[in-house]
């Protein structure tokens, strides 16, 4: 049976997860987000211990969550940054967040990307990325993050895109932790 | 609105234009049909000028094509080679192209992957790339291919993935000019 199309869908429950009506002032309150979706996204037996939201810089309101799908999607793109800037890309209907008529809009993912989800970045229009565990903590349970060199976030940055780490980064990176104790799948090792 | 989910479906011409029950022997002639899946999706105006395809290493045959879908689909993250490995992996119904039950796999791509796509092609499973534009060609028509280095394709390569470029490349890179010249999209640039 050759696939001609592919649906792309967040786990039922996150919807009503999300606070999307909740000003998310500070880069705290935000990352609490993705790592409540990382989490409870492990919890709920739908994926791996990665969560993102894509946040709109005005309304401090979440655009679109992701989750990572890897597994139960049987997808190796659905990596939760991947999923929510399609999500914020079909929301908003262009495909790039950045635009004089839009808002500027702010990544926040509960762990530093891996050299795909770097790259959508990238490309997504986001002026702004805000990051919670770090590539170390991720390898250090098993995760291969990819080609991510220093000269990658220089990149990003030569093109006007901010970026913070280590974002509450001992609650997210205990998440990581705790999905490998539950001996959680460790894909692409 | 918010999107709540996503689905990303190649063009109607694509399934009568791919030869699927064909073996692809050589690299040129693999190549030729991603070169040609590029061409004709810049002729019917249904993206940009990129085609890749996954192939069966045992059958030669296709099993997954993709074209650039961005514009169309308001999505940055549809490059073709994204496509090719999506729709791959839902046919085959696994998050990896390479296990010990499965034949491997070839992606083949007209132009060289950007730093998205490099990191896609890491997670995907195949085990050989083929490569036709070069990263200059893309450049020189002004799109970004974004943080790829010498250091990447190491990467790859330590994963234990082949890579050749520069299959049929001026007949790859024939097609990128001939989009910039018509005034195609240059989105990213």
């Given at each position: ?43 709920r ?19 679109a ?11 190796a ?5 991947i ?74 940055s ?17 998440v ?14």
């Amino acid at each position: 049976m050759r696939a001609h199309d592919v649906r792309i869908a967040l786990p039922d429950w996150v919807d009503t997860f999300v606070p999307w009506d909740r000003r998310h002032e500070s880069a705290g309150e935000r990352m609490a987000l993705a790592i409540a979706l990382s989490g409870e996204n492990v919890a709920r037996g739908t994926g791996g211990p990665f969560g993102a939201v894509v946040f709109d810089g005005e309304t401090r309101h979440p655009v679109a969550v992701g989750v990572n799908l890897v597994e139960d999607a049987r997808n190796a793109v659905l990596h939760a940054e991947i999923v929510a800037l399609m999500l914020a890309q079909a929301t908003i209907g262009r495909y790039t967040l950045n635009a004089p008529d839009l808002p500027p809009h702010t990544l926040v993912t509960s762990c530093e990307p891996c050299a795909m989800c770097l790259g959508a970045i990238l490309w997504s229009g986001v002026q702004d990325l805000e990051c919670g565990a770090t590539r170390e903590d991720a390898v250090r349970i098993g995760f291969d993050e990819g080609p991510v060199f220093p000269a990658s976030y220089a990149y990003l940055s030569a093109r006007g895109i901010r970026v913070q780490l280590g974002v509450r980064r001992a609650d997210a990176a205990a998440v990581l932790v705790a999905y490998r104790r539950t001996g959680g799948t460790i894909y692409n090792p």
